[in-house]
């Protein structure tokens, strides 16, 4: 298998989470929320460089980086969108890497995802010819408002999906989809504007995003159940 880099777009305002500073550098568990995150792929050893992507230089940020230099390479050229930032981040990177390599997109706003789920996304793909995504089916039952914020519809969740980070596809098909569809906000919808097929691989419930102020009280539990596990608390 060719080698994985991965692209951890971290260069959002995090409005709708609010504080002092952008949700990706608030602490959980005492560390930067994105530590948790680039530790995640630090640790796997099918992954060769990991490209966390911010609105400035680490060190021009204030930001601790208790990084090897080798492995986890800052870039800082974060876009006004979370798509144009990755876009930003392939077109470095297309010198670097060939066009066939892997790259894994994750939020670094995802700071919960399981090495089992990592495992099983690059393990169905590896041999895939367009790539795919982690993902839930829907277990809510889904309702459309109407304009006075009652219910207008309630959906047929049959086959749908919620998507989850990472998301994995080849640099030159990436590049080239998101290019045609800079709007896309994740990367399979980019892939599906040029008429691909992203497979679905099983995500996890515990792989959430940190959105809203209470999501970083749910990852904190999640980290320390997965710690007491890991620990056989
Ligand atoms: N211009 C942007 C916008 C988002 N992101 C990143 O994309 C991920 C997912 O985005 P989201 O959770 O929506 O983060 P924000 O855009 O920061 O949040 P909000 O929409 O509430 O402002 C996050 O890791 C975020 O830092 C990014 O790199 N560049
Ligand atoms: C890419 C994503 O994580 C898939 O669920 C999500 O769309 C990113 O969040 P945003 O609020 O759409 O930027």
Same mark, same amino acid.
């Given at each position: 298998?060719?080698?994985?880099?991965?692209?951890? $777009? *971290?260069? /959002?305002?995090?409005? =709708?989470?609010?504080?002092?500073v952008?949700?990706?550098f608030s602490l959980l568990d005492g560390v930067p929320l994105l530590h948790h995150?680039?530790r995640?792929?630090? +640790?796997?050893?099918?992954?060769?460089?990991?490209?966390?992507?911010?609105?400035?230089?680490? &060190?021009?940020?204030?930001l601790a980086?208790p990084?090897?230099?080798?492995?986890?390479?800052?870039? +800082?050229?974060?876009?006004?969108? !979370? #798509?144009?930032?990755?876009?930003? +981040?392939?077109?470095?990177?297309?010198?670097?890497?060939?066009?066939?390599?892997?790259?894994?997109?994750?939020?670094?706003?995802?700071p919960?995802?399981?090495?089992? *789920? @990592?495992?099983?996304?690059?393990? %169905?793909?590896?041999?895939?010819?367009?790539? /795919?995504?982690?993902?839930? $089916?829907?277990?809510?039952?889904?309702?459309?408002?109407?304009?006075?914020?009652?219910?207008? %519809?309630?959906?047929? !969740?049959?086959?749908?999906?919620?998507?989850? %980070? $990472?998301?994995?596809? !080849?640099?030159?098909?990436?590049? &080239?989809?998101? =290019? #045609?569809?800079? *709007?896309?906000?994740?990367?399979?919808?980019?892939? &599906?504007?040029?008429?691909?097929?992203?497979? @679905?691989?099983?995500? &996890?419930?515990?792989?959430?995003?940190? %959105?809203?102020? *209470?999501?970083l009280?749910?990852a904190q539990?999640?980290l320390e159940?997965?710690h007491?596990? =890991?620990?056989?608390?």
């Amino acid at each position: 298998m060719s080698p994985c880099v991965v692209i951890i $777009p *971290a260069g /959002g305002s995090g409005s =709708r989470f609010g504080g002092p500073v952008p949700k990706q550098f608030s602490l959980l568990d005492g560390v930067p929320l994105l530590h948790h995150t680039l530790r995640i792929f630090d +640790a796997h050893p099918r992954i060769f460089k990991i490209y966390p992507v911010l609105s400035a230089l680490p &060190e021009d940020l204030g930001l601790a980086w208790p990084f090897s230099s080798t492995r986890v390479q800052p870039l +800082a050229c974060a876009g006004p969108t !979370r #798509a144009q930032t990755v876009l930003n +981040a392939l077109q470095s990177l297309q010198s670097l890497h060939p066009p066939d390599t892997w790259v894994l997109v994750h939020d670094a706003a995802r700071p919960c995802l399981s090495r089992a *789920a @990592l495992d099983r996304l690059i393990q %169905t793909l590896q041999d895939d010819p367009v790539g /795919g995504l982690l993902a839930i $089916p829907l277990s809510d039952t889904l309702k459309r408002q109407n304009d006075h914020d009652c219910v207008a %519809t309630t959906l047929d !969740r049959t086959g749908l999906w919620a998507a989850q %980070t $990472p998301q994995m596809f !080849r640099l030159g098909s990436l590049l &080239e989809a998101l =290019r #045609a569809h800079p *709007a896309a906000t994740d990367e399979s919808s980019a892939l &599906e504007g040029m008429g691909l097929e992203p497979r @679905l691989v099983m995500g &996890e419930i515990t792989n959430l995003k940190v %959105t809203w102020p *209470a999501d970083l009280i749910l990852a904190q539990a999640i980290l320390e159940v997965c710690h007491a596990h =890991r620990s056989g608390i």
